[in-house]
């Protein structure tokens, strides 16, 4: 078989869809909106404003690209620093094959469609070409990548967004190769810095990363032909266990995994791990009109990685309340709700919030879910009420919003509403343009938006 | 003890170093002159000028460092992106640690000891933070990075550069921390695409990225800190088999390694594994006089690990001549010496070259040195001449520049001259300069030099 650089590298440069399946045009459609949600609201966040000032500081004229929808324009690959930074700033962005590729994806490739003045058609299809190769990536490393001590998003992002935005370029097959080859070079990013500005910074640096790799191989940088898959290239330098599949046939193209895999939308601004316990929560308020004052105790039972990732027991600040269950029982019992509203240092420190994060005991449950092995098989949550009566959730298999389990229309749309709650643009106006991405003759249109911000 | 992220912090904002030590002092100047040698000889590279023209495309006005000593000023970080590249282009730059530590750390130092008009001492001594930074993350790792496929120049050149950096710009001990463990997330360059213009990039991305973590970090950007060695944090990421040493106490400051380990300088633009035979051709030569014509054979023994990198037996092209030790023998009895002049497309196919090259014969010894590992005790190298007479090397320890067998002043300063030949720069007046570089009350005064280029 041909190598597997070359096989990515071709299908970058030919990825041969001329429509897209109307599935996968949902999906990718609500992957933009969400992404675009999430950079909305993750854009005042302090990480943020320290990279606005850091590409400041280079005094640069380029006008390429907007950064943030408030009309500001730089270089390219500066804009999508900015603005992938800024839609990972909040873990509010979409999830998939094991990490958040809309995160990556969507900043790289609206940065430089912008610059290349591509239409929506085209844009959607640079999302596919960048999922595809991520999942063709992905599926190859049985073991986690967090396992090792790598970012999944930073390390297959960054190669996945050099697929888009090659073929967002009309890169031949050569230069999409030595581009592919050279953002895996450039593939970096620990969990380490999991729960500090730089988690974030790696989504940024990724998609900027991707508008590198693709310029300097457009303009004749070679790197090498079999960088992905050769004895202690990409997929084995960055392997948890040296286990990755280096000879298994490409499928590229033959079957589409974005219908497979799809996109998971988070519906709380909080680890994915305790959505299935918010859901199941806010059920038993709703059914049984449950008031705080009524609670005695919350019983949750959940996977044990699920548990391992929320440490935060007793949180002081929105941002630690983030990796907290206690936390967001607490506020879904008090707010009915789990939004950016609850999440804010003053919210964590109320009384009446903290006196409920006391009553909640965690429970953690051997099994696993096949399709999300860091979950467990279900998630269950009792409410014991002080009049003695124990409420039970049931088996809680997926949380809405997940790739099987999707969010309504109107679900989705406010959560777009409560991102953008605090920009001065014309939310909905976005937001229905954004569903019809497909029909934009140039998605500078998107652009006009900006001017509603700078009034 | 305290952590590493946070000793290495600690180091780098307090070094406690007021004045080097004077066998220390002297590895430093060789170290930045060497490098400032091969970044001129190398800048008229295609690799080099691809990144000048990625740099111009950001329109950036800021005036903070120059570029290649030619008059040319840009931000810092970009500076230190195309300087470092082109330090590295010829792989022609010094080596010790397992890697090439100048060519990342005396451009990212230079161009930020020029940002803040540092003084020569200052530059000198951020040096010397860096390579204790690098020489103590690297003696933890007991198997070699390339194993695993990473690029040891690359991935530990971001952190020890940053440190370097991180003293020069006088960060508290806490911005230094958070500089460390970005900088640890920014760690990235595979093997893979060694032999192509993107192992240069990896040291000018190394050099640039270590910029860019101090930077953000004294702008208030956060990382963990502990990013370097907690479970499955940078070094156990990067690990080849998983043996990183986490917890050895840390001996920064208490001894200098780079008394021990110093710097072996390249005295030709070769694979390091073909310096020991060239020198033992070139005493040959010198000795009894031999005319290339009078040559039957030459019988080389060099280190299975040596010969496993000089894979081009038959090389077409200067660049794939520098890991074939078949020309390297060959220019050497021609030109009686192998220098940027031979490495040319044109001296590669020249008749009498590749018949030379037709007579050289490679023998593989199992023995192992055990300073330097990847090769053999000592190579040996026989010439058999027509008139039956058999030329022995005997043992050859060390190659020349090898920093147990440094050097001579006059070396040195010929290997300068030779890479500044082509450039249109006062190099005498360049090499006195960088030779009393602790008295120089700026780095700027470097940059004069510039002037002379422009005329």
Known sequence: MAGLTDSLSRFASNPGFATLPGSASAVIKTGFTDTIATMIAGRDTEVVQILREFVRQRQSSASEAQVLFIGEQVASNDAALINGTAAHALDYDDVALGGHPSTVLVPAILAEAERLDACGADVMRAYLVGYEIWAELSRREPDPYHLKGWHPTAVLGTVGAAGAVAWLNRLSPEHCRHAISLAASMACGLVANFGTMTKPLHAGRAASSAVDAVRLASAGLTA?????????????ALSPKGAADLSDAVELGERLRILESGL????????YSTHRVVDGVLDLVEKHGIRPADVE???????VSQASMLRNHSPATGLEAKFSLEFSVAAALISQKVGLTELTDNYVRRSDVRELMGKVRIHTSESSCPIEPVFALSDQVTITLK??????SGDIRFAR??????????????????????????ADQLYTRLNSLET????????????????
Chains 1, 2 share one sequence.
């Open 387 to 392: 009049d003695g009566r124990r409420l039970e």
């Open 440 to 455: 934009l003759k140039s998605i500078r249109e998107l652009a006009v938006f900006s001017e509603l911000t700078t009034v």
């Open 264 to 271: 998971s939308i988070k519906k709380y601004p909080m680890c």
């Open 297 to 303: 105790t919350v019983d949750a039972t959940i996977g």
């Open 401 to 426: 919003g997940n790739a099987l389990l999707p969010l309504q229309d109107h679900e989705l749309k406010a959560k777009f509403l409560d991102c953008c709650a605090s920009a001065e643009l014309d």
């Open 224 to 236: 090498a032909p079999d960088a992905i898959e050769r004895h202690a290239g990409y997929l084995a």
